[in-house]
C-alpha cells in the first residue's frame, strides 16, 4: 500500500510539473513567432495573430512536447500515448468555451482571464492524464484513438493557420485578418 501511495503521489507531482512547464512554454510560445522575425514555418508551432485558434496551439504543442517527454516515465506506450492525447485534447478544448462563456457575460476580454483560462485549462488536461495514469492499462483501440486524436488536431492546427475559414474562432481580433494574414473578401 505505502509503495501504491508513493508511486500515486510521485505521479500526481509529474502531472503537476508538466501542467506547469507546459505553461510557460505555451505562454513563451505566445510571443515566438514575432519574436523569430514572422517566420511562416514557425506558424505550425506558434501563435500567427491574436484569434482564439492560434491561441490554442499554446496548449497543444507545449501539451505534446513536454508531455511527449516527462511521459516517458510511465510503464507502458498505451499509457503514455493516451495521456499525452488526453491532456492536449482537454486542454486546448478547455479554452475555446470557457473564452466565449466570460466573453460573452462581460462584453470583452481581459488578458488577466485569458491567462487564467490558460492555466486552468492546462491544470484540467494534466489532472485528466494523471487519472488515466493510475487507472487501468488503456488498450491498444484506446492507444490508436490517442493517435488519431493528436495526429487530427496538431493536422487542424497547421492546416487551418495557412487556409483559416472565415470563422470568428479564426479571426485575428486585433487586424480582422485570418491565419497568416489573409483577408476576407467583402460580402
Aim: with cysteine; aromatic share 14%.
Amino acid at each position: 500500500m505505502k509503495r501504491h501511495d508513493d508511486e500515486s503521489r510521485e505521479l500526481r507531482l509529474l502531472f503537476f510539473a508538466e501542467a506547469w512547464i507546459a505553461f510557460i512554454v505555451g505562454a513563451a510560445a505566445h510571443f515566438l513567432f514575432d519574436a523569430i522575425g514572422r517566420w511562416a514555418p514557425l506558424g505550425w508551432i506558434a501563435p500567427v495573430n491574436e484569434s482564439l485558434w492560434e491561441h490554442i496551439k499554446m496548449a497543444f504543442w507545449p501539451t505534446l512536447l513536454v508531455d511527449g517527454l516527462l511521459n516517458l516515465r510511465l510503464p507502458t506506450v498505451a499509457r503514455r500515448l493516451v495521456c499525452t492525447a488526453a491532456s492536449a485534447w482537454v486542454s486546448t478544448l478547455l479554452i475555446v468555451p470557457l473564452f466565449y462563456a466570460y466573453t460573452g457575460i462581460l462584453g470583452r476580454h481581459y488578458l488577466f482571464a485569458d491567462v487564467a483560462i490558460f492555466a486552468v485549462a492546462m491544470s484540467a488536461g494534466h489532472y485528466v492524464a494523471y487519472r488515466i495514469a493510475i487507472g487501468p492499462v488503456p488498450s491498444r483501440s484506446s492507444m490508436l484513438a490517442a493517435v488519431g486524436l493528436l495526429v487530427s488536431l496538431g493536422a487542424a492546427l497547421v492546416w487551418f493557420t495557412y487556409a483559416p475559414p472565415v470563422m470568428e474562432v479564426f479571426r485575428d481580433s486585433l487586424t480582422g485578418a485570418y491565419g497568416m494574414g489573409f483577408e476576407p473578401e467583402a460580402q
